[in-house]
């Protein structure tokens, strides 16, 4: 190969090379997710980008229509800031309200954050079930501890519902041989699944179906 040839193929190759680098800079900055706070969202000056905002679910705010549940969020320093969430998928157990919701997605026009990843943070939680009733105890005393505040133990029995499931409890527990259907509207410990011994605080219902007041616990005692 002559020296002019060479120079030639010299100067193709690095043009290739800066071409593909400019293909990758590009790629790569288009896929990226601006993490901001919602206040920075707020004045549609990210519209029809792609963006990472955090918050707790408001409470109550969550609907569901077909696979989109919609929802808002606020900001966890100043809740007076909420942004209004889209999202075409299925929850994780862990969502519920107060929960905190990483949402990535792209902002509509409308102010909404059409999300396309969610990932929740919700603080695991251990408690001993000593003090607590087994659910025989509770259903045995069901006329006189209805609409009282108790505490119950029990270990999970079957699947766990996310919290916009079209379910009449979220998670069935049991223990000597009764079970106890279990309704939440805040986000579970990732851990709580069917075996899992866990502690609920909260009230049976006229009902029969127990309403967890705070977010049940894992049994210390039998999960350590």
Do not use: W
């Amino acid at each position: 190969m002559n020296k002019k040839a060479k120079h030639r193929l010299v100067v193709v190759g690095g043009i290739i090379v800066v071409a593909m680098l400019v293909i990758l800079a590009v790629a790569g900055s288009g896929g990226a997710a601006s993490s901001l706070a919602i206040a920075d969202v707020a004045d549609g000056s990210y519209a029809g980008k792609k963006v990472q905002v955090s918050g707790s679910v408001v409470a109550d705010s969550l609907t569901a229509q077909g696979s989109t549940a919609t929802f808002e969020i606020a900001d966890e320093n100043d809740t007076s800031q909420t942004l209004a969430v889209s999202y075409d998928g299925a929850l994780p157990a862990t969502f519920g309200n107060g929960v905190v919701a990483i949402c990535t997605g792209t902002m509509a026009d409308d102010g909404t954050l059409g999300c396309t990843e969610l990932v929740t943070k919700c603080p695991s939680k251990y408690e001993s079930a000593e003090g607590s009733l087994t659910v025989k105890n509770l259903l045995d005393q069901a006329d006189e501890l209805t609409g009282q505040e108790t505490s119950v133990c029990g270990y999970v029995a079957g699947d766990v519902a996310a919290v916009d499931a079209d379910a009449d409890c979220r998670f069935v527990i049991e223990s000597q041989g009764a079970e106890l259907k279990v309704r939440y509207d805040g986000g579970l410990d990732e851990k709580i699944a069917d075996g899992v011994a866990v502690v609920v605080k909260g009230t049976l219902g006229e009902d029969g179906v127990f309403t967890a007041s705070e977010q049940p616990a894992i049994d210390e005692d039998v999960s350590a």
